[in-house]
């Protein structure tokens, strides 16, 4: 079945690096993805990575992806007051016509 | 590239009204766009998908007769929230699906208000 598990919330100083993790059931995965929303705003595509992928870097994002586990992970570097915001981790599975199953979502609050 | 707009950005209506959502991807074309619903502080949860020329496919618990959907053409499709009451109070998000690729960009939600 399709299940994708996130922690609540994450409390960061600016400038630290951010680690939010995601696991997820389906082993049939074919993208996995981050995205980023803001208070009253849609979701912004930070990141995805294909399922045969283990590391995606770019700019200050790094994307794990350690299939064995089924856990997917997103490193913010140097953390920025803008960062704050909720990260949805999301998967995408061909057979099920690309539909995206969501995570609950990650707040990350970068303190100054 | 990739953007994807909604219309209105919110909207207060009166129960037993009908509202129209519109959702259109301007600098590509999406044979597949889907529609969300998202409580406060709760994940997406997804409604429908919507395919251009033919009909919208429903999730598991959607009344297809309360939430219509068109997508009429390769760049826009429209949420119809008919006989709205204040539980259809929600966010309501549209992301449209770059074929190539299958990766899906949002738009930027409608809060819909029903008073």
């Known amino acids: 079945g399709e299940d994708v598990e996130q922690s609540l919330f994450l409390s960061v100083r600016e400038g630290d690096s951010s680690v939010i993790n995601c696991t997820y059931t389906?082993?049939?995965?074919?993208?996995l993805y981050w995205y980023k929303q803001e208070p009253g705003a849609g979701l912004q595509l930070l990141t995805y990575?294909?399922?045969?992928?283990d590391m995606k870097q770019d700019q200050r994002l790094t994307v794990l992806l350690n299939k064995k586990d089924k856990h997917l992970s997103l490193r913010i570097a140097d953390t920025q007051t803008g960062d704050s915001a909720i990260y949805f981790c999301?998967?995408?599975?061909?057979?099920?016509?690309?539909?995206?199953?969501f995570g609950g979502g990650t707040r990350v609050l970068v303190k100054p | 590239g990739a953007v994807v707009s909604q219309h209105p950005s919110w909207v207060i209506c009166k129960s037993g009204t009908s509202v129209k959502i519109e959702c259109r991807s301007l600098d590509f074309q999406a044979t597949t766009m889907f529609w969300y619903r998202q409580f406060p502080k709760q994940s997406l949860m997804l409604m429908a998908t919507s395919n251009e020329g033919s009909k919208a496919t429903y999730e598991q618990g959607v009344e297809k007769d309360k939430f219509l959907i068109n997508h009429a053409s390769l760049t826009l499709s429209t949420l119809t929230v008919t006989s709205a009451h204040p539980e259809d109070s929600s966010f309501y998000i549209c992301?449209?699906?770059?074929?190539?690729?299958?990766?899906?960009?949002f738009g930027p939600g409608t809060r819909l208000t029903v008073l």
């Open positions: 999301a998967e995408s599975i061909t057979a099920a016509g690309n539909k995206l199953t």
């Open positions: 992301s449209a699906r770059d074929r190539p690729t299958y990766t899906q960009y």
């Open positions: 990575i294909f399922s045969n992928m």
């Open positions: 389906d082993s049939s995965s074919t993208y």
